[in-house]
């Protein structure tokens, strides 16, 4: 069938899968950990912390499905491993996929609405870049994600903006230990991702698109991902120099240590979506870890 065929519909299993669960933990952790740091201040505000769950979790499956459109319309996506991709394997006209990722961005506008309403009003430009640096990672003629700068956009806004944003929207202001937890978070939510384009360097080589595992190479993706997940690990230890209890994000240590051992033993292809299981496992337990130290601590 054409991707264009009106009459494929797809089921409930393909729009979850579509929506790429395991790439959830890097919308889940920053909010566990930016709601950690502002227990530890005194401030949190549990309504507004759900409300910025709502709104990272909207943009993850938003952007998901965005990628999956773009990337299915082009054809990238054709001969690709690891998750069920909608359009590309033919099961979703791309239409519909589309019109996933606007509902998705909407659901996550409406939340972000109701913070900068009862937060600060400018809020609302920064949400409105993040669902640009969303659709536009690999939409529009000149897709950045095809240039190398994925990885930049993730720490960006699913470390910094999504951590400190969710600090400031309950406390109004931002901590050191928020800082410390974001930049861990992303440089982790980065991993992620670089795991991900380290799984698909021949099928994003064949496809001209030039991530930054393919500018990098095999050998020095798997150097950058061992990098991030050193990263994380030291704004864990400055964490705990500031308050001892926020040693609990270690909890996130055991699969991080799965992962990297996949990752540096030279694992390739469908077997690196097990590191990329781990990883997200190593960013939840590391946000929720943390967290639960912070609030320990206040």
């Given at each position: 069938?054409?991707?264009?065929?009106?009459?494929?519909?797809?089921?409930?299993?393909?729009?979850?899968?579509?929506?790429?669960?395991?790439?959830?933990?890097?919308?889940?952790?920053?909010?566990?950990?930016?709601?950690?740091?502002?227990?530890?201040?005194?401030?949190?505000?549990?309504?507004?912390?759900?409300?910025?769950?709502?709104?990272?979790?909207?943009?993850?499956v938003?952007?998901?499905?965005?990628?999956d459109?773009?990337?299915?319309?082009?054809?990238?996506?054709?001969?690709?491993?690891?998750?069920?991709?909608?359009?590309?394997?033919?099961?979703?006209?791309?239409a519909a996929?589309?019109?996933?990722?606007?509902?998705?961005?909407?659901?996550?506008?409406?939340?972000?609405?109701?913070?900068?309403?009862?937060?600060?009003?400018?809020?609302?430009?920064?949400?409105?870049?993040?669902?640009?640096?969303?659709?536009?990672?690999?939409?529009?003629?000149?897709?950045?994600?095809?240039?190398?700068?994925?990885?930049?956009?993730?720490?960006?806004?699913?470390?910094?903006v999504?951590?400190?944003?969710?600090?400031?929207?309950?406390?109004?202001?931002?901590?050191?230990?928020a800082?410390?937890?974001?930049?861990?978070?992303?440089?982790?939510?980065?991993?992620?991702?670089?795991?991900?384009?380290?799984r698909?360097?021949?099928?994003?080589?064949?496809?001209?698109?030039?991530?930054?595992?393919?500018?990098?190479g095999?050998r020095?993706?798997?150097?950058?991902?061992?990098?991030?997940?050193l990263?994380?690990?030291?704004?864990?230890?400055?964490?705990?120099?500031?308050?001892?209890?926020?040693?609990?994000?270690?909890?996130?240590?055991?699969?991080?240590?799965r992962?990297?051992?996949?990752?540096?033993?030279g694992?390739?292809?469908p077997?690196?979506?097990?590191?990329?299981?781990?990883?997200?496992?190593?960013?939840?337990?590391?946000?929720?870890?943390?967290?639960?130290?912070?609030?320990?601590?206040?």
């Amino acid at each position: 069938m054409s991707l264009g065929d009106s009459s494929l519909v797809a089921t409930l299993a393909d729009w979850v899968a579509g929506a790429r669960p395991r790439t959830l933990p890097a919308a889940v952790s920053p909010v566990v950990a930016g709601t950690g740091a502002a227990v530890h201040a005194g401030g949190a505000v549990w309504w507004k912390a759900l409300l910025a769950l709502v709104l990272a979790l909207a943009l993850q499956v938003g952007v998901n499905y965005a990628n999956d459109y773009s990337d299915g319309i082009r054809g990238t996506d054709t001969d690709r491993v690891g998750p069920l991709r909608l359009v590309g394997s033919g099961v979703a006209i791309p239409a519909a996929v589309r019109r996933a990722a606007f509902a998705s961005f909407g659901v996550g506008a409406l939340a972000g609405v109701a913070l900068a309403a009862t937060t600060a009003w400018w809020l609302l430009a920064v949400g409105a870049l993040a669902v640009a640096a969303a659709w536009f990672y690999t939409g529009g003629s000149k897709p950045y994600g095809y240039r190398g700068f994925g990885e930049v956009s993730v720490f960006v806004f699913f470390g910094l903006v999504a951590v400190l944003g969710t600090t400031f929207v309950q406390l109004g202001s931002v901590t050191v230990l928020a800082v410390l937890a974001a930049v861990g978070t992303g440089a982790l939510a980065c991993a992620i991702l670089v795991v991900n384009n380290l799984r698909d360097i021949p099928s994003d080589t064949a496809s001209d698109k030039r991530t930054l595992a393919v500018i990098l190479g095999d050998r020095r993706t798997r150097v950058l991902f061992g990098a991030l997940l050193l990263v994380a690990l030291a704004c864990l230890v400055a964490a705990a120099l500031i308050e001892p209890a926020a040693a609990l994000g270690a909890v996130g240590l055991p699969p991080a240590a799965r992962a990297v051992w996949r990752v540096q033993r030279g694992t390739v292809g469908p077997e690196l979506v097990e590191a990329l299981r781990d990883t997200g496992l190593a960013e939840l337990g590391y946000a929720v870890g943390l967290a639960i130290g912070l609030a320990l601590g206040a």
